[in-house]
């Protein structure tokens, strides 16, 4: 049996089709990276992860927008 600190805390499905490419896996416990997410009212998702610990102003954060890294 899971404890309660390993057990997921949220969790979705794809709604893309296939095509869309392969959907980010995200890891939700690192204390570096702050995550979001997004859903409309006609199934479209967005990501959102930030990297607070970046040193670097080059690509600090991603959004995952429809089936896309944008």
């Known amino acids: 049996?899971?404890?309660?600190?390993?057990?997921?805390?949220?969790?979705?499905?794809?709604?893309?089709?296939?095509?869309?490419?392969?959907?980010?896996?995200?890891?939700?416990?690192?204390?570096?990276?702050?995550?979001?997410?997004?859903e409309n009212a006609y199934g479209e998702q967005s990501i959102f992860q930030y990297n607070k610990g970046c040193d670097s102003q080059v690509d600090p954060a991603c959004c995952w927008q429809n089936g896309t890294g944008v």
Do not use: R
């Not at 979705?12 to 204390?31: F, I, M, R």
């Open 1 to 38: 049996m899971s404890t309660p600190e390993s057990m997921p805390l949220f969790t979705v499905s794809n709604h893309h089709v296939t095509n869309a490419g392969q959907p980010p896996a995200l890891n939700g416990d690192d204390p570096n990276m702050y995550h979001s997410y997004f």
